[in-house]
């Protein structure tokens, strides 16, 4: 029945009654006996109940079972993926083409708003950490990055200490954190205990916020999809959507999520960490050669999103820019060469699908 009500809404844009499921889904079944069923979905938070309709709607909790669980795969047809592959391997030598005819090829294909990454090798690493003290519950978190870069932050201290434990925990975290990335620092942050742990959350923290800012050049499309759907139209909702696209900063934050997870990753409604995306949903993956050269795709859209379409087509491109990234790489000579797999796309429905 919540397969029926998400189908069915994300078709129509409007509440789902028991009479439409009698009749397009559930013939042998009667009304009082949908009725029944609704409710105690309704009673588990998986759907709601709008005061202006006799239909339901699901909710964000709702969507979340449904992509996990209830999915199933619509992947792009034979005829779609060998025009898909035509269109790249036409750009095939210009590797800069490749994320705007990425953001183009999934904006059409989901009819939402695509966002894509270029390839970038500049993936925030530690190679010296300092504490530099400033007061006796104050010190000042400073990583050179292998970039050559240099990151602070001021860090409130949980008790006073001495110059030379700060001089200590930087040698120590330095020595350990030498090369991690933000997500290997924050595993490795598990093991430690005290100012180390602090000061090593503290690091990481400067690591997320440097990849945020890897993402300052990005390709959009079709944010005309997003603003003629029933959700956006004659209302100032978009409003956020259009702001976070259009600032560089906060489009990274969304964005960099991808590079902490494998798979794909569909974040929704109120799962974002952003308040100006809650109103929407996203489906993020990363593609590249690992951790050394990658980027990230992005379909965003209304929480009332045909989510089996946008992560089949992101899955489907991801691969397909995998191989051809690796295989540029093994043709220049470059590091980071060698191809990175997907989840098989025979498993089982959401199987390799993480929320926020």
Known sequence: MLKHVVEEYVRTATPVSSDTI????????????VRNELYQLEELGLISHPHTSAGRVPT?????????????????TAGEQRMIRHQFHQVEPDVDRWAHLASSVLANAVQSAAVVTPLTSSRARVRRVALVWVQDTVALVTVLLHSGGV????LHLDRPVERDELDRVGNRLTALLDEKAAEHVIVLSSALDGLERQAALAVARILEHADQQAFEDVYYEGLGHILSQPEFTLSQ????LVQVLERSQMLGQLLSQALHATGVQVIIGTEHPLEEMR???????????????????????????????AVAMVR???????LLVADALSDGGAPGGGSTTRP???????SDLKGA
């Open 22 to 33: 009698v009749r397009r889904y559930e013939p042998s079944v009667s009304s009082a006996t």
């Open 60 to 76: 964000d909790v709702g969507y979340r079972f449904f992509v996990e669980h209830l999915m199933e795969r619509d992947g792009p």
């Open 151 to 154: 990151r602070q932050q001021v």
């Open 237 to 240: 909702k978009a409003v956020p």
């Open 279 to 309: 109103e929407t949903s996203a489906v993020l993956a990363r593609y590249g050669t690992g951790e050394d050269v990658q980027g990230v795709l992005c379909v965003l859209g209304p929480t009332r999103m045909a989510y089996w379409r």
């Open 316 to 322: 489907f491109i991801g691969d397909l820019l995998d």
């Open 344 to 350: 098989d796309a025979s498993a089982e429905p959401g």
